[in-house]
């Protein structure tokens, strides 16, 4: 479960990145637990643990089916608009784990050239990004 973000006239993004690699950037997100109420519940947890944020309503957006190396993994995409942010009130495991790698939330303009400029992963969801991102402008 991921969470493309709208912040104004921004994309709200995670720039991941390790020592001696290249930088990508993909969106906030990741499993349902057992203590989340449901699949929506889910985007507003990650979030807050995330990049300290809360969301207005997730709509879904993509679902994106991968062959992992033990099983196949199917990726929920949602849509929300970013309420609110402050990092200080972040608090996943993920933030502060040096296994992690780079975790930095970056705005990005909703422009086709500058989100066709990211290495942004998974590639269904590069592409579904650029073919929407003016309506997301216009709205």
Not at 26 to 41: C, F, K, Q, R
Not at 62 to 73: F, I, N, R
């Given at each position: 479960m991921r969470?493309?973000?709208?912040?104004?006239?921004?994309?709200?993004?995670?720039?991941r990145g390790w020592p001696g690699g290249s930088p990508y950037w993909t969106t906030v997100g990741g499993s349902v637990e057992p203590d989340d109420a449901g699949l929506d519940a889910a985007p507003r947890r990650e979030v807050m643990e995330e990049i300290?944020?809360?969301?207005?309503?997730?709509?879904?957006?993509?679902?994106?089916?991968?062959?992992?190396?033990t099983l196949t993994v199917t990726q929920h995409f949602f849509?929300?608009?970013l309420l609110d942010m402050h990092l200080d009130r972040r608090d996943g495991r993920e933030v502060d784990a040096p296994d992690t790698g780079d975790f930095e939330p970056v705005r990005i303009p909703l422009d086709?050239?500058?989100?066709?400029?990211?290495?942004l992963h998974p590639p269904?969801?590069?592409?579904?990004?650029?073919?929407?991102v003016e309506a997301w402008r216009a709205r």
């Amino acid at each position: 479960m991921r969470v493309v973000l709208l912040d104004g006239d921004h994309l709200v993004l995670l720039r991941r990145g390790w020592p001696g690699g290249s930088p990508y950037w993909t969106t906030v997100g990741g499993s349902v637990e057992p203590d989340d109420a449901g699949l929506d519940a889910a985007p507003r947890r990650e979030v807050m643990e995330e990049i300290g944020a809360t969301i207005g309503p997730a709509t879904p957006l993509l679902t994106v089916t991968e062959p992992g190396e033990t099983l196949t993994v199917t990726q929920h995409f949602f849509l929300a608009d970013l309420l609110d942010m402050h990092l200080d009130r972040r608090d996943g495991r993920e933030v502060d784990a040096p296994d992690t790698g780079d975790f930095e939330p970056v705005r990005i303009p909703l422009d086709p050239t500058a989100v066709a400029a990211l290495d942004l992963h998974p590639p269904e969801l590069a592409a579904y990004v650029l073919a929407h991102v003016e309506a997301w402008r216009a709205r």
